[in-house]
C-alpha cells in the first residue's frame, strides 16, 4: 500500500507559489472541503485554487517528489466520494477555471473549461439556438469536470443519453504531470484509441481534466410536460414499458415512488396526490407543429397509456 507523506511548511510554500498564493490551510477553509453529498468527512491539509493546465501540471509534479496526495475537485456535488480526501493531503479544487472559452455554431462544439457551471453553459447555448442535453439534478451547482468525472445522467438521458455521449474531447493533465489531448473538436473521430472515453467516469483517478469540448444539439422547437398518477408501482411500470414499447422515446420519464411523493409534498407544498402509489413525470420535446397539435396536456399520452 502506498505511503503518503505530510505536507510540510516548505511543500506548502512551493504550492504557495505555484498557484500564486490561493491556498487555504485553516481549519474553518478545510471543512468545506472535506466531504461531497454522500456526508463522509475527511480533513484535507490544504486547498489550492489552480486556474491554469501549468499550474495543475507543476502542481502533481511537486506531489510526485514529494509523496503527497492530490484530489481534483469540482463543487463537491457528487455522491461517490470521489473528491473526498480520504489520504489528507491537498485538494485540488478547479473552479477558478470557469470559462466558455468557445461556443462554435457552425460545428456545434463547445470549449470549456472544467469549472463552468452545467446549467450556465445550457443557458448560453440555448440562447444561440443549441442545446447540451446532460442535466445532473445537481446543474444548477455542479460543474462540468464534475460531471465528466463522474460521467453524469439526469432525467433526459431515457432519449439523449448521459455525459459521455457528448464529450469529444479533453485536455487533461496526467499524474506525472504531463498535459495531454485527447479526441478532437469534430463530431468524426475514428483514429487511434479511444483514450475520450476511457477518461470519462475516472472520478479524477486518471488524470485532472482541465479542458472539455462538448456536442451540442438543435435545440428543440418545442417542449410538452405531464405527470401521470397509478394506483400501483407496477402499473407505472407497465407503462414505461408500453411507452417504449410503442417507439415513444420521451426527453425525460422519471418514475416518482410514494415515499418519495410525500417527501416532496412536505417539502414543498406543490398538491402532490400523496395517496398515489407512483407518479411518472413525462417530458416530450421535439418539432412545435407535431407538439402544438397534441395541446398542452399531450392528450393522446393521456389516452394511450392511462392506468
Partial sequence: ????????????????????????TQTEDLIC?????????????????????GQVSELLRLANRHLFPIIPRGSGSGFTGGSVPV?????LSLTR??????????????????????????????????FYPPDPASLKFSTLGG?????????RCVKYGVTKDYVLGLEVVLPGGDIVKTGAKTMKSVAGYDLTSFLVGSEGTLG???????????????????????????????????????????????????????CVEEYLHAGLPVHAEA?????????????MSCGRSGVPFRHRFSS
Avoid at 228 to 240: L, N, R, W, Y
Avoid at 250 to 261: G, H, K, N, R, Y
Avoid at 279 to 291: A, N, P
Fill in 97 to 130: 477555471m470557469n470559462n466558455i472559452i468557445a461556443i462554435d455554431t457552425d460545428n456545434l462544439v463547445a470549449e470549456v473549461e472544467p469549472g463552468v457551471i452545467t446549467a450556465e453553459l445550457q443557458n448560453a447555448v440555448e440562447k444561440l439556438g443549441l
Fill in 208 to 262: 485532472v481534466i482541465t479542458r472539455i469540448y462538448l456536442k451540442l444539439l438543435p435545440l428543440p422547437e418545442a417542449r410538452r410536460t405531464m405527470q401521470a398518477i397509478f394506483p400501483s408501482m407496477d402499473a407505472a411500470a407497465k407503462t414505461v414499458s408500453a411507452i417504449i414499447k410503442a417507439k415513444i422515446i420521451p426527453s425525460t420519464l422519471e418514475f416518482v415512488d410514494q415515499a418519495a411523493i410525500r
Fill in 33 to 53: 472541503f472535506s466531504y461531497d453529498a454522500l456526508n463522509q468527512k475527511f480533513l484535507p491539509e490544504a486547498v489550492a485554487f489552480a486556474r491554469t493546465a
Fill in 87 to 91: 489520504k489528507g493531503g491537498l485538494v
Fill in 147 to 155: 460531471n465528466v468525472a463522474e460521467c453524469a445522467g439526469g432525467p
Fill in 279 to 291: 407518479l411518472l413525470i413525462i417530458e416530450v420535446d421535439g418539432d412545435s407543429k407535431r407538439w
Fill in 1 to 24: 500500500m502506498m505511503t503518503y507523506n505530510k505536507i510540510t511548511p516548505a511543500v506548502l510554500q512551493d504550492i504557495k507559489n505555484i498557484v500564486q498564493g490561493e491556498v487555504f
